[in-house]
């Protein structure tokens, strides 16, 4: 019961900053890391006219880029059972919400290639393509896809998306260079766990906010918490 008041705590506080920064009417958004849902169905909740997009490919420790194990986060230890449990769980949690909220089980970089309004560089064809060969030729066999589970854009229409799967430096800076160009002018990029000290000590979120902002040349800011963003100027390009 404390672990689930702790959870609880953790979901409002996170979500507060979200809710601050979406639009006031029918908004987007993205969360790369769904995990069990929570954050999901806190979030649909609280705003109604929300059309919620989750990406999570619940791969276990097996397939998991060492990079990433390497960070401490326990959910890059879980088994590839714990992960199929927890996709389960956040199916069957969502599915109240009909088709405000869709479900995408892939990698981070494959799922935005179907929101991008800009085409994928080669170092990142690449990199797609190697991940995704890697996803498939080693996953297990799953349930079939929820029927909405094929989603695709042809623009930017995100208002915003949360990143909060993957903490190591090149796994978060790898996700902010795929999903910058799916958000609409005005919209923001953002995620969670960032600390100027990287804490937990092995977390590089923080660098790789940095490494991005400075790339793109557009600054940051961070929230009272460790949630942070970015947000798309208009007339970006």
């Not at 006219?49 to 890059?76: F, R």
């Not at 929101?115 to 393509?129: D, I, K, V």
């Not at 960032?194 to 800011?221: L, M, Q, W």
């Amino acid at each position: 019961m404390v672990v689930f008041e702790n959870s609880r705590i953790k979901i409002l506080a996170r979500a507060g900053p979200i809710v601050a920064r979406l639009p006031a009417d029918k908004p987007v958004m993205v969360e790369v890391g769904v995990y069990r849902g929570q954050m999901a169905e806190h979030l649909l909740d609280r705003r109604t006219d929300l059309k919620w997009i989750g990406v999570d490919n619940w791969i276990g420790v097996e397939k998991q880029p060492k990079a990433y194990i390497d960070t401490g986060d326990a959910h890059a230890t879980m088994t590839q059972l714990e992960q199929d449990e927890c996709y389960q769980v956040a199916r069957y949690k969502l599915a109240r919400f009909g088709d405000r909220a869709t479900i995408i089980r892939d990698t981070s970089r494959n799922a935005a290639s179907r929101f991008r309004g800009a085409p994928l560089s080669g170092y990142e064809r690449l990199e797609q393509a190697i991940e995704v060969m890697f996803y498939i030729v080693h996953r297990r066999a799953q349930r079939p896809a929820p029927r909405n589970q094929k989603h695709a854009s042809s623009g930017s229409d995100i208002d915003l998306c949360f990143l909060d799967a993957r903490h190591d430096e090149e796994g978060v800076f790898a996700d902010c260079l795929a999903w910058w160009p799916a958000i609409k002018p005005g919209g923001y990029l953002g995620g969670h766990d960032f600390s100027p000290c990287g804490t937990p000590p092995k977390f590089g979120v923080n660098v790789a906010v940095e490494r991005f902002s400075a790339k793109i040349d557009v600054p940051y800011e961070l929230d009272d918490g460790t949630d942070w963003f970015i947000r798309k100027p208009n007339g970006y390009r």
